[in-house]
């Protein structure tokens, strides 16, 4: 069973714009990641976000994390064509091996130029 | 593609048929993962590694083993390959001290 789930599954946006992207899960965590994976290649690591973090930024990107609902958005700004890609959040368990990631089914991100 | 390669990059199998994949990084890091992605499920863990001759199942494990003879080298196996098993493969290593993990380019696997 996944236990992270993206939403919403598909985004279009004009580039500039900001993207938002949201991510729920069901079980307690240590960590939560983001990942990019662009057509036919393998996974980019983005971003850790650990369970005692509230926010993290990383250029243009900034996650937040409430573990009171177990979710976590992603946010781009300014966004460019370069920036489309499909966007999976994936969390590390707390109880057991915290190496051990679980993915959502991602959100499919295109930037229009 | 932080030094990870996988072979073959691509095949096409009839069903039945044993397949191998292999992963091989660089590194000599301890820790190596095998996934499935399919559309709709994300990546999935098949098994992973913790070092040299040290295996675990993860959540779709069924009709695949694995084999770790040599730090740099994770072998994936499909027994007698089925239509179900039809995907795109993908290796992952994590560093000491993270828990980020690196993804190599992938093998697409389609049996007939």
């Known amino acids: ?113 | 593609d932080a030094g990870i390669t996988q072979s073959p990059r691509h095949k096409v199998t009839e069903t039945g048929t044993p397949v191998t994949l292999r992963c091989h990084q660089t590194e000599n890091h301890r820790y190596m993962y095998w996934y499935r992605q399919d559309p709709g499920h994300g990546l999935r863990l098949i098994h992973y590694s913790y070092g040299v001759k040290d295996t675990d199942k993860g959540e779709v494990s069924d009709g695949y083993s694995v084999s770790r003879s040599k730090t740099e080298d994770f072998l994936l196996t499909l027994e007698s390959a089925t239509s179900s098993q039809t995907s795109v493969y993908f290796c992952a290593i994590s560093v000491p001290g993270s828990y980020e993990q690196y993804f190599g380019p992938g093998t697409r696997l389609t049996v007939t």
């Open chain 1, 1 to 113: 069973s996944q236990q992270g789930e993206e939403d919403p599954q598909a985004l279009s946006i004009q580039e500039g714009e900001n993207a938002t992207m949201n991510c729920s899960y069901k079980t307690s965590i240590n960590n939560l990641q983001w990942y990019r994976q662009n057509s036919g290649r393998g996974l980019v690591h983005l971003i850790l976000i650990r369970s005692n973090e509230r926010e993290k930024h990383s250029g243009r990107l900034r996650v937040t994390l409430d573990t009171s609902k177990k979710s976590s958005s992603l946010l781009i700004t300014a966004s460019r064509a370069a920036d489309t890609a499909s966007y999976f959040c994936a969390t590390a368990a707390s109880s057991g091996s915290a190496r051990q990631l679980t993915f959502g089914s991602g959100t499919q991100l295109t930037v229009l130029p």
